[in-house]
Every structure is written in C-alpha cells, then in structure tokens.
C-alpha cells in the first residue's frame, strides 16, 4: 500500500511560481512511475506530468516549458515546480503512483493523493 500526501499548494499571482510536494510511503517509491494531475472545478481531471524511475519527464502540453518534474527517492518525495503561473493553472492538483510507463492518464495510476488546492489570482 502506498500513502501520498501533497503539499505546497495555496494562492499565487500570475507569473509566479509555487512548489508543489508529495511525500510517499511505501517501500517501492524508487520504482514506481510518479504523476501530477489537476482538476478545476467543471472540468475533467488532467494530466500535468510524470517522472519514471529512470527520471525520464513527460509533460502535457499547457505546462511544458512552464513546469518541472523531479523526484528524490531519498526523501520518497515527489516535486512539481511551477514557473509563470496562469489563471487557467488555477485547480486542485492531484499525485499519483504506479508501475505502468506510460503514465499519461488516470488508469496507469494505483494510488492517489488527497489533493492540494491551487489558487491564482490575475
């Protein structure tokens, strides 16, 4: 079982950046493919971006550019930094864990966090 706990969020201006964490419990962390999702209110939940364990980043392509991926195994922590926030960023983000190495939608994902709100104002 693997319980992730997300962080960070909160309100930011426009053109701002914001560090987003999500800490992992379990003992395959090192392993596992590690995802950020959103989900604004009326909408349906996107993907944002993945790291697998080889540290290879994927991202969707409203962030790219915008923001980074990384992880540290060490700590079982996954990060998402985000540069040059836009309104349109504004959402509850979402982390994810699992094994497959695609990691581009909701169903390559076995645990989930709770959430952590992201706000920004123009």
């Known amino acids: 079982q693997v319980h992730l706990v997300e962080s960070g969020g909160g309100l930011v201006q426009a053109g701002d950046s914001l560090t987003l964490s999500c800490a992992a419990s379990g003992r395959h962390f090192s392993r596992q493919v590690l995802g950020w999702f959103r989900q604004a209110p009326g909408k349906d939940r996107e993907f944002i971006s993945s790291?697998?364990?080889?540290?290879?980043?994927d991202y969707a392509g409203s962030v790219e550019g915008r923001f980074m991926i990384s992880r540290d195994n060490a700590k079982n922590t996954v990060y998402l930094q985000m540069n040059s926030v836009k309104p349109e960023d504004a959402a509850i983000y979402y982390c994810?864990?699992?094994?497959?190495?695609?990691?581009?939608?909701?169903?390559?994902?076995?645990?989930w966090g709770q959430g952590t709100q992201v706000s920004v104002s123009s």
């Open positions: 994810a864990a699992g094994w497959t190495s695609k990691g581009r939608t909701g169903a390559d994902y076995d645990y």
């Open positions: 790291i697998s364990w080889r540290e290879h980043a």
